[in-house]
């Protein structure tokens, strides 16, 4: 079967990697020349753990050519960004862009499944609208629709990608229903079959879930803090209750990536759409927005006057294993030592090239240097942040690293 891909972001190449390992014959279409270069040379423009070396075995093939891609693609994956726009609401440009594209070599009998994170009702009012207009072919008679939503965690997307906790096809008709369904019959995960509707719901939902939990647990945490509890200790205590689960009831400094801000945000402006008042959405932003100001308010308890204060961050990516910093706690908490005048020192094992970018005029330390700094807040839960020497330091920390704990002079957990 002939897949084509169009987008080569994490999404994209992820998917087109990992349905090559199934035999598929796989062609992902990008604008940039660069990124279609390097997949040619089976080097991935990202890093992604184990997705080079199934770019090195399998046969994928990447193109700027949109003639090639679609004309013999039996199914197109559509897997572009969907950013958010000034207003929080979904900026589709690129999703519309590549239906626009692509229907111009559409033809009778193709699948065309969306795979980007789109708003609830988009594929039904706003994609397959535009699909019949630019192609002249009608979807359920001429090609077939499919919503497939990604669950993929960057650092460990592959794995997700292989081994899924379930497996969502939002379809129209039995066509694109029973073509899926062979896609992933290797896959052995509970699928469910919806509308696609639906399917984009489930996606925007459980991402918002997640947010949910991080918050809640924050803000339980943040209560903690004043009674002296460990919000860890309660964590695991709950976690144990099968209705609630262990998993993303870490408390810290809040979270950020390119997937829960802009997935909340997006969910929060179609609520408003639809004259609902989204209280829970917008308080689980509230609590995240406040996570990296309260690490600001537990400084000053030991440094009252952060002026001309060396401090030290460790850490900028917005999780570990990554390079990413898009809405990284690390990029409000630079803000606000900024405004305080505090001369900041950064260091994280990967992201400093996206920083510089953002912020060149704070200073870029080795580890070393940052950890002679006045204070030291911790960012990000690099394993390497365990084995350094916090004796005699003041360490706010936002991600529970125990060393520091266990050694420095003045500790402050941001919540616990
Ligand atoms: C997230 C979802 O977990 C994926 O299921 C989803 O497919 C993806 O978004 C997406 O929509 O594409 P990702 O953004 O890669 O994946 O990162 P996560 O591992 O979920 O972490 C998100 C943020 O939450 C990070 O800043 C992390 O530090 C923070 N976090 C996570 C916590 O603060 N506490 C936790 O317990 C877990």
Redesign the pocket.
Known sequence: MNITIMGAGYVGLVTGACLSEFGYKITIIDVDKEKVKKINRKESPIYEKDLEEILKKNNIKASVDYKDGITNAEIIFICVGTPTKDDNSQDLTYVKNVCIKMCKYLHKDQIVVVKS?VVPSTTEKIIIPLLEEKSSLIEGKDFHIAVNP?????GSAVKDFMHPDRIIIGYKNNVSKIVLESIYKKFNCPKIFVNPTTAEMIKYA??AF?ATK?SFINEIGNICKKLGINVYDVADGMGHDKRIGRS???A?A???????PK?INALISKAKEYNIDPVILESVVKVNEYQPLKIIELLKKHISILKDKKIGILGGA??PETDDIRESRTIPLIKALLKEKAIIKLYDPKAIKNFKKLFPNIKYCSVDEVIKSDAIIIMTKWKEFEKLNYKSKIVIDGRKIDKAIKESKIYEGVCW
Do not use: A, Q, V
């Open positions: 994170s990604e669950f993929l965690k960057e459980s991402n997640l991080i993303f009831l870490n810290g809040g979270w950020g990536g390119s997937c829960f997935d917005f999780k």
